[in-house]
């Protein structure tokens, strides 16, 4: 950190000195225009390149057994374009990998490849992208995810069961670009003022969007206890323990996202207190399944600790609305 003494002139007017080097740099002469923005937290951020295009960032990397890990990893950077080159030839089972990845990530398309390179690159900008919309959109679809789940083992509806697996797929791409826009600004400090998120918010955003992509897979999960039962319909005295519970579960999920997204404390709070209710509810419903035949208690004591796990989940988003810095 370089210190720097603030001067005034006699009109009263403050004024520090740039850094030579970084002046030069930056391509700044006399007469240049910089860009100047107050962060939340007080800091004056100077921005030497406001009016230029911005240069693509390109990464390159070799295929390995790790590639899939590769480009999701370069991806969630922000680099825009991913260049796979290989020394002689890209076989057929890392094209099939390399198609299967971009599948997964949001704006990530194949735009060229030969035989021994493929260059995948995101046309998606953040700048015109807002978090809270994605978020917003991948909580909708978990929340969806998470409803149905419970209807499916109520009814034994396998196909619902598997639409709901399904559904987890596009939460994880959700997951992926939310990730890649957040990083992407707090590397480039003009669209922290342009989005209104300060790199705190960046970081919380971050943390429940993490949240919301484990419910998507706990609800998953009790999908798949469906399946696991081919459909066998869950009888009276347990359907009513489980939708018991599920109704305070499923309300805490709406509103623990709800309540960060509009910073509402009241709401954040009401999630917490029905920890009593929900717990008399879980000891309830695990009692009543403790007497059922073990083929079928087993799928549903699992699936109750998963709508346990859910609900302390959303104890953690509420957690983290808080009134807005000013």
Not at 89 to 102: A, C, N, P, Q
């Amino acid at each position: 950190m370089e210190l720097r003494k603030v001067q005034m002139t006699r009109g009263g007017t403050f004024f520090i000195s740039l850094p030579k080097g970084w002046a030069v740099k930056n391509g700044l002469k006399r007469a240049s225009i910089v860009a100047m923005n107050v962060a939340d937290d007080g800091r004056l951020v100077i921005d030497p390149k406001h009016d230029l295009e911005r240069e693509p960032t390109i990464v390159v990397i070799k295929p390995s057994s790790h590639l899939e890990r590769e480009i999701i990893g370069k991806y969630l950077l922000g680099y825009d374009i991913i260049r796979i080159e290989a020394k002689d030839r890209i076989s057929l089972e890392e094209r099939e990998k390399v198609k299967k990845t971009s599948s997964r990530l949001i704006g990530l398309e194949i735009i060229e490849e030969d035989y021994s390179k493929i260059f995948l690159q995101c046309l998606l900008e953040p700048s015109a992208l807002s978090p809270k919309r994605m978020l917003a959109r991948e909580q909708s679809i978990a929340l969806s995810m998470h409803r149905d789940a419970v209807t499916a083992l109520i009814e034994g509806d396998v196909q619902l069961a598997r639409s709901v697996l399904n559904r987890d797929n596009e939460v994880n791409r959700l997951y992926f670009l939310i990730v890649r826009i957040l990083r992407t600004i707090v590397q480039r400090p003009n669209l922290t003022e342009k989005l209104s998120l300060s790199p705190i918010d960046c970081l919380d955003y971050r943390l429940v969007a993490s949240l919301v992509e484990s419910i998507g897979d706990h609800s998953g999960q009790i999908a798949d206890r469906v399946i696991q039962l081919k459909g066998s319909r869950t009888d009276k005295e347990a359907s009513g323990h489980l939708m018991s519970l599920h109704k305070a579960v499923y309300d805490s999920h709406e509103e623990s996202v709800a309540s960060f997204l509009s910073r509402n404390i009241q709401m954040a709070e009401s999630v917490r207190s029905r920890r009593n209710s929900f717990e008399k509810s879980y000891k309830e419903a695990e009692a009543a399944l403790n007497s059922k035949p073990s083929d079928s208690s087993t799928y549903l004591l699992s699936v109750i600790s998963l709508m346990g796990r859910i609900y302390d989940n959303s104890v953690d988003i509420s957690d983290l609305a808080t009134p807005r810095m000013h």
